[in-house]
């Protein structure tokens, strides 16, 4: 048995009627290059042989009576591989734009909590006689890092595969048992007992972190009003400007992708003396400010996106759960001239890499740990299901990059064309740029509420357009 921590439970909790926990991604390849054929059949014997090194897809979820403690990750006695696996098609002409469509339908639908938290769908029926797989995850049993560690593990870097530890055990050999309720309420009186310490330890922590943060000059500029803002506007503010992507959002989604060269980025990294985490925030934030000019909705301020950040160290491999903590800084749609914007940017994400220095990298984790699961989780269900959190928002959207190999991979022997993220929405903040690098490409997915931005294709194009314009004026 391993215990959520308070940030993977949030993920749980945050889960409402229109509102998902789970995030996923879809991988293209090209069956022709696998060396001794490929489908469905080698899909699941590829799962099947790796399913000892899967934990995460072994697991389900106990939860502890009343709430009084975070739930519990147990080995599913009663595992099945055939219920996680599914075989499905676009409908012709196969294009990628009914791909999307297909996955965003898939995306949208919620997990089985009675379940491991996870689903794959090998897709057929592409053009060119391209196959496609979907696979989404709870965000309660990994982020981004783990999620590409998974990845490592149902992929080689080679056609040939590899062979599975012969020391490994049996998936069936570890199914245990379902634990009672008196069990698990045991468990979490010794949890609750420690809890006033934990406490103690992150109010220590925090007010030691205090000096080294540079607030803003006056409480209106911190909420984004009065004259002062000017004076800090490359500093986050507590309240995001409205947009139409900060309304309550449907349970239903959206999904484009594209790629990038990433030489493309590298070469207007180079030119602009930035990182190529500016670029991508700032050719993102020029979609997004076309976009929202499409809609006549630009506010005067810029639009703040929260920017998750690892803090997984270089010992936590292979752990499950969330090592991760967020970032929130302006992305200048305010501004015009993209070359202007990009600098911006690279100045906004200083600022922000300056604060987050100085906060300790663990207090969002050590926060949520603490806090009594009970009241944590009935709040966080009363806020999303009421539709508060969308109405006073610190961010308008996500964007995240995480990093991905430089070398080809294959799945069961056939080669990886492209890894594409499918990511979470929540209410305000309907709209999720993430973006995977794999080969010398940035794999970009883009997911929005289906009514709010429905022509999120629009976003994917104009991502590609401000990365053209910024070559041209700047290389």
Known sequence: MQQLTGVD????????????????????????????????????????????????????????????????????PDFDLDFHLRHIAVPPPGDMEALATLVARIHERPL???????????????????????????HAAIDGVSGTEILTILLDDSPDGRQVPADIEPVKRRAGRIPGQIELLARSTVSTMVSPAKAIRVGYELARSIPGLKPLSSLPALIGLGHDREAVMSRPTLVAPRTILNRPITPHRRWAFGVIELAEIKAIKNAAG??????????????????????????DRSLQAMIPISIRSPG???????????????????????????????ETMEVAKETHRATPATLLQDFAQFAPPAVAARAARLVFRNGRAGRVTPFNLVISNIPGPNYPLYFAGAELEGHFPVSAIIDGAALNITLHSYLGKLCFGLVGDRDLVPDIWDMMQYIEDEVHTLTELLT
């Open 9 to 76: 439970a949030g993920f749980l909790n945050m889960e409402t009627p229109v509102q998902q926990g789970h995030v996923g991604g879809v991988v293209i390849v090209d069956p022709s290059t696998a060396p001794e054929g490929w489908g469905f059949d080698t899909i699941r014997e590829t799962l099947e042989e790796r399913l000892p090194l899967l934990l995460p897809f072994r697991r389900r979820l106990v939860t502890v009576p009343f709430d009084v403690d975070n739930p519990y990750w147990i080995e599913d």
């Open 112 to 138: 089985d909590r009675a379940k491991p938290l996870w689903e794959l769908y090998v897709i057929e029926g592409l053009a060119d006689g391209r196959v496609a797989t979907y696979t989404k995850i709870h």
């Open 274 to 299: 930035v990182t190529v985490n500016d670029v991508i925030v700032s050719v993102s934030a020029g979609a997004v400010r076309r976009w929202i000019l499409d809609h006549d909705e630009l506010p």
């Open 316 to 346: 936590e491999e292979g752990v499950i759960g969330n090592r991760v903590s967020a970032m929130i800084a302006p992305i200048g749609t305010h501004v015009a001239d993209p070359v202007e914007r990009l600098q911006f940017v690279h």
